[in-house]
């Protein structure tokens, strides 16, 4: 939870699921005040340029109902990817998508995961177990 940075309409504190250690994220603001960024080392983005990747970001609604959240990126000189939503259920589950970066340009400086769970309102939250981050070959 280290790398976990909220918005001034966000939070994100330690927390035990149903399913383990997590970190339950909660969102007032559906723009950017709502959202937690997650750092992402720059030796990574490194292996993910010029590669396919794909991201894995295993949730659970903080509810007893699906909380839609959403998951976009910002990798410095790597590029960006289209933000992309999701709905948490109340079983773990993996949302997962593939970007694609055809610059070669290593990044220097870290990148951020950016996680929004404001989409359902303000009173909702998603359990985060964990991202993951598979670079291609």
Do not use: W
């Not at 790398?3 to 399913?19: D, K």
């Not at 000189?77 to 289209?82: E, I, M, T, V, Y």
Request: hydrophobic share 40%; net charge positive; with cysteine.
């Amino acid at each position: 939870m280290a790398s976990a940075r909220p918005g001034p309409r966000a939070t994100a504190v330690a927390a035990t699921g149903s399913e383990g250690p997590a970190v339950k994220i909660a969102s007032a603001d559906t723009g950017a005040a709502g959202d937690i960024a997650f750092t992402v080392p720059a030796d990574l983005l490194r292996e993910m340029a010029g590669k396919s990747s794909t991201i894995a970001v295993e949730v659970q609604s903080g509810l007893n109902q699906g909380v839609p959240f959403s998951v976009s990126c910002d990798f410095g000189s790597l590029g960006n990817c289209a933000r992309h939503r999701f709905t948490a259920t109340q079983e773990k589950q993996e949302a997962l998508f593939r970007v694609t970066f055809d610059r070669t340009l290593a990044p220097n400086a870290p990148g951020r995961l950016i996680i929004n769970a404001g989409l359902g309102g303000a009173n909702t939250s998603v359990l985060l177990y964990s991202i993951r981050i598979l670079p291609g070959q």
